[in-house]
């Protein structure tokens, strides 16, 4: 936690709370109840110019993770995987 905290201080492309917003915007998307993440990614979701877009934030997860130390990163892969399953299925 502590190096995400450093890292968000450090990087000029990222602010306080980015990481664990994107997590959060990342889990929430791919437990969408309705699952018409294809129908968002293909036409486009207004409501993401408001909340953020979860495409973005997946691949600034995939950013952060290389910037991190190797166990560190592990750690938050582990976490992103979860989510990854999800949005597998």
């Not at 953020?52 to 995987?81: C, F």
């Amino acid at each position: 936690m502590s190096e995400i905290v450093r890292l968000e201080r450090t990087r000029n492309y990222l602010q306080p709370g980015d990481i664990s917003a994107a997590v959060r915007l990342w889990k929430d998307y791919v437990r969408h109840p309705e699952r018409r993440l294809w129908d968002d990614y293909e036409w486009g979701n207004v409501h993401w110019y408001c909340c953020g877009n979860p495409l973005e934030a997946r691949a600034l997860l995939d950013t952060v993770a290389q910037a991190l130390a190797p166990r560190s990163a592990r750690e938050l892969r582990q976490i992103i995987s979860r989510f990854d399953a999800v949005w597998d299925i």
